[in-house]
T-cell receptor
Framework: DTEVTQTPKHLVMGMTNKKSLKCEQHMGHRAMYWYKQKAKKPPELMFVYSYEKLSINESVPSRFSPECPNSSLLNLHLHALQPEDSALYLC??????????????FGPGTRLTVL | QKEVEQNSGPLSVPEGAIASLNCTYSDRVSQSFFWYRQYSGKSPELIMSIYSNGDKEDGRFTAQLNKASQYVSLLIRDSQPSDSATYLCAVTGGSYIPTFGRGTSLIVHP
């Protein structure tokens, strides 16, 4: 099973709303990632969790707050977003190894629109 | 600064032709190399992984790796309109976290 699931598929929120994106994988991967992707651009790394600990935060504004409740789940809490935060938010997972077997698999993404 | 370079395209090929997509990388300690296909509005899908110099074939796809010249390529034989997508090259080295290229847009016209 190489599936990463994400909910919701689409999200429209106002700038004062609080919402959460959810991601789940059952591949036994111990690294999980959040990416932001704008149209015609490559995925832009936001956060990396390794063994449920935050290992990378790519200077992401505090209105984005990640959480890794266990080895299978990853959340992204959103608060006071701006219209420019509208994008496709991608979750991915892999093994945290630098050699082979570190293939990264993506979920289907959440299309976020901030009004 | 690790860099992965791809020509953004678009690369336009006729149906049935071979599409050749190229990627160069700057970090000499890079170990793992991946090709993803991304349809418009969808998420990236892993289609090939390659770790050793040489060719690796999977169906109509062939990945080629040359570590001495620091490039990796993807060949798509018998290209179909359904292959029209953006192809992302990703590379990992000392870290397990991949560096992505900007992607090459491929258009296969009937």
């Amino acid at each position: 099973d190489t599936e990463v699931t994400q909910t919701p598929k689409h999200l429209v929120m106002g700038m004062t709303n609080k919402k959460s994106l959810k991601c789940e994988q059952h591949m036994g991967h111990r690294a999980m990632y959040w990416y932001k992707q704008k149209a015609k651009k490559p995925p832009e790394l936001m956060f990396v969790y390794s063994y449920e600990k935050l290992s990378i935060n790519e200077s992401v504004p505090s209105r984005f707050s990640p959480e890794c409740p266990n080895s299978s789940l990853l959340n992204l809490h959103l608060h006071a977003l701006q219209p420019e935060d509208s994008a496709l938010y991608l979750c991915a997972s892999s093994q945290p190894t630098s050699g082979r077997s570190n293939e990264q698999f993506f979920g289907p993404g959440t299309r976020l629109t901030v009004l | 600064q690790k860099e992965v370079e791809q020509n953004s395209g678009p690369l336009s090929v006729p149906e049935g032709a071979i599409a050749s997509l190229n990627c160069t990388y700057s970090d000499r300690v890079s170990q793992s190399f991946f090709w993803y296909r991304q349809y418009s509005g969808k998420s990236p899908e892993l289609i090939m992984s390659i770790y050793s110099n040489g060719d690796k074939e999977d169906g109509r796809f062939t990945a080629q790796l040359n570590k001495a010249s620091q490039y990796v390529s993807l060949l798509i034989r018998d290209s179909q309109p359904s292959d029209s997508a953006t192809y992302l090259c990703a590379v990992t080295g000392g870290s397990y976290i991949p560096t992505f290229g900007r992607g090459t847009s491929l258009i296969v016209h009937p």
